[in-house]
């Protein structure tokens, strides 16, 4: 199976631009996507295909990366944007990552 | 608007069957490929099945081969998932999802909100 590794967890204030990362084990080419999921919540679809915004997603939100390295930047972030945030990959099975835990301060 | 709600989930003991039901509404069902993916309490993400728009081809986690069934009604707008030989490390919330909307779009673009699936003693 394809490895996708985020980092556990980051901490940045209102207004601040912060980019979460995720490593994957092989090439997944542009096949990488991303969720957010608020506590006790369904994930919503905020990137397909690397860099694509899902219609009725904030433009705060973009995505860049291929091969095996992605990242999702949210800039600025807000005070709403407290989530988890998981990538998954579609080019070698399906995989997703473990999940960066994002606070606001 | 596009709605997905699952139900049938609860508590089973090992080894038992337990089956899935989530009712769709707000789009058309049939045009759509769908999947379940499950969540272990406090843990990440996980890919179960997939069922194509006609039915006609299916998918599974290594995991749950032979043991889990997807299947759909398109005259009901429903999507199920048959499980048996239930294990404890099949306890985990169970969300219906809905694939993107070109074809071999493999993520999801919209969630039900869940039904737990506890399977213990």
């Known amino acids: 199976d394809t490895v996708l590794t985020q980092s556990p967890a980051l901490a940045v204030s209102p207004g601040e631009r912060v980019t979460i990362s995720c490593r994957a084990s092989?090439?997944?080419?542009?096949?990488m996507h991303w969720y957010q999921q608020k506590p006790g919540q369904q994930p919503k679809l905020l990137i397909y295909?690397?860099?694509n915004l899902e219609s009725g997603v904030p433009a705060r939100f973009s995505g860049s990366g291929s091969g095996t390295d992605f990242t999702l930047t949210i800039d600025p972030v807000e005070a709403d944007d407290t989530a988890t945030y998981f990538c998954?990959?579609?080019?070698?099975?399906?995989?997703f990552g473990s999940g960066t835990k994002l606070e606001i301060k | 608007e596009v709605q997905l709600v699952e139900s049938g989930g609860g508590l089973v003991q090992p080894g038992r069957s337990m089956k899935l039901s989530c009712a769709a509404s707000?789009?058309?069902?049939?045009?759509?490929?769908m999947a379940w993916v499950c969540q272990a309490p406090k843990k990440g993400l996980e890919w179960v099945a997939t069922?194509?728009?006609?039915?006609?081809?299916?998918y599974y986690r290594d995991s749950v081969k032979g043991r889990f069934t997807i299947s759909r009604d398109n005259a009901k707008s429903t999507l199920y998932l048959q499980m048996d030989s239930l294990r404890s490390e099949d306890t985990a919330t169970y969300y219906c999802?809905?694939?993107?909307?070109?074809?071999?779009?493999?993520?999801?673009?919209?969630w039900g909100p869940g039904t737990m699936v506890t399977v213990s003693s």
């Open positions: 999802a809905r694939h993107g909307p070109l074809t071999g779009s493999w993520y999801f673009d919209f």
């Open positions: 707000g789009f058309t069902f049939n045009n759509y490929d």
């Open positions: 069922i194509s728009y006609d039915g006609s081809s299916t």
């Open positions: 092989e090439s997944v080419s542009t096949g």
């Open positions: 295909g690397a860099s």
């Open positions: 998954q990959q579609s080019w070698n099975d399906l995989t």
